[in-house]
C-alpha cells in the first residue's frame, strides 16, 4: 500500500551538555548533527519496515536540503518537493534522562503540488505543524478534505503556543481535513481543546468528544498511551527497556509509524484487537527509538542499509 507523509525535513543538531550551562560561560559538550523533522521521521520508520512511501516536504537546493534528501532516499523514501528558500534547522538540547527541548527553525511548505503528492496513496499522514501553520494551513486541510474516502488520513503532533483562537483554527483545519486517527501527545491535545487533561484516556476520550467519528491516540511516553473512538475506549501500557532513555526525539514519530503499519493490516473502523496490537507495536518501537541518538537513528529492530 502506498503512503504519503506531508510534513519537514530538518538538520538537527542535537546537543547534550556535560553539566548545566552557565550564563556567559562554556561547558563541554556532546554534540551531533543529523536528520530530522517530524514528517521525515515518520516516513523513514515506515520505509525502513518495508512500506511504499512518499515524503511531501519543503526542502531547499542548499547543502542541508541535499543532505536530508539524500538521507530519507537512501531508505527507500521518494522526495516531493514542495517549495522552501532554505532548509530547516533544529536544535535539540538534551537533559541527563534524554527528554529534550527543541529550538526550531521550520520551513512553511507550499501546497500547489500537494493534491499530485497525495494521488493514488492509500493513507495520507500529515504532521501537526503543517495544519497548524497559518500561512499553509488551509490550503493543507482544503488538499486532505478532498482526497477519496478511500483515502484514509491521519495527522498527528505539533506543538502550539498558549493561543485559544490558532488552537480553534487548527481544529477547524482537522475537521476539514476528514481526518480518521488523531496522534497526539497530552501536552499537545490540552493545546489543541484549550484546556487541562487530567490522564491519557481523559485526553483521547476529549479528543474523540471533539472530533466524533475519529479516531483519536494520546502518548505518553513512560505512561503508556490511550486510543478512543464511537463506543470504545482503550490503554496500552509502555515497553520496559533494560537501558536507559538517550534520547526522545523522534520516539513519538516512530510509534506513528508503526500504529500507521499496524493498522493498514486491516479495514476501518479497526476493531479493538488490531488497534490494541498497534498500538503496543508503537509503543514497541517508540521505546527502541529513544534508546538511540538522533531522530533518525537506527534501533536494532531495523535492517542496516548495506
Known amino acids: 500500500m502506498a503512503i504519503t507523509v506531508i510534513g519537514d525535513s530538518t538538520l538537527d543538531v542535537t546537543v547534550r551538555a556535560a553539566e548545566p550551562p552557565r550564563a556567559g560561560g562554556d561547558v563541554p559538550a556532546r554534540i551531533s548533527i543529523a536528520p530530522g523533522g517530524q514528517g521525515a521521521n515518520v516516513a523513514v520508520r515506515l520505509a525502513r519496515a518495508g512500506a511504499d512511501v512518499r515524503l511531501a516536504t519543503a526542502i531547499a ?10 538521507s530519507v532516499e537512501a531508505d527507500g523514501v521518494v522526495v516531493v518537493q514542495l517549495g522552501g528558500e532554505r532548509s530547516g534547522l533544529v536544535i535539540s538540547l538534551l537533559d541527563a534522562g534524554g527528554e ?20 493514488g496513496a492509500q493513507w495520507v499522514h500529515c504532521s501537526g505543524y503543517a495544519l497548524a501553520d497559518d500561512a499553509t494551513g488551509d490550503a493543507v486541510a482544503r488538499v486532505l478534505g478532498s482526497l477519496p474516502p478511500s483515502t484514509r488520513v491521519s495527522a498527528g503532533g505539533g506543538s502550539l503556543p498558549d493561543d485559544p483562537a490558532r488552537s480553534a483554527r487548527v481544529r ?16 499537545e491535545a490540552a493545546a489543541l481543546l484549550d484546556r487541562p487533561l487530567p490522564s491519557l484516556a481523559a485526553a483521547a476520550d476529549a479528543l474523540a468528544g471533539a472530533f466524533p467519528g475519529l479516531i483519536a491516540v494520546v502518548t505518553g511516553g513512560a505512561a503508556g ?4 473512538g464511537p463506543g470504545f475506549a482503550l490503554s496500552v501500557p509502555a515497553v520496559d527497556q533494560a537501558t536507559p532513555m538517550l534520547d526522545a526525539t523522534g520516539a513519538g514519530d516512530a510509534y506513528v509509524a508503526a500504529l500507521i503499519l499496524g493498522l493498514m493490516k486491516g479495514g476501518w473502523p479497526p476493531g479493538a484487537l488490531l488497534l490494541r496490537e498497534a498500538m503496543e507495536r508503537g509503543a514497541r518501537d517508540g521505546a527502541l527509538t529513544s534508546r538511540v541518538l538522533g531522530a533518525q537513528g537506527r534501533t536494532a529492530a531495523e535492517p542496516v542499509i548495506p
Open 61 to 70: 537546493d542548499d547543502a542541508a536540503g541535499r543532505l536530508l534528501a539524500a
Open 100 to 119: 529534550r527541548t527543541m529550538l526550531s527553525d521550520r520551513v512553511p511548505l507550499k501546497p500547489t503540488a500537494l493534491a499530485a503528492a497525495c494521488a
Open 225 to 228: 498511551s490511550s486510543a478512543a
Open 172 to 187: 477547524a483545519r482537522l475537521a476539514a481535513a476528514g481526518v480518521a486517527l488523531l496522534i497526539l501527545s497530552r501536552d
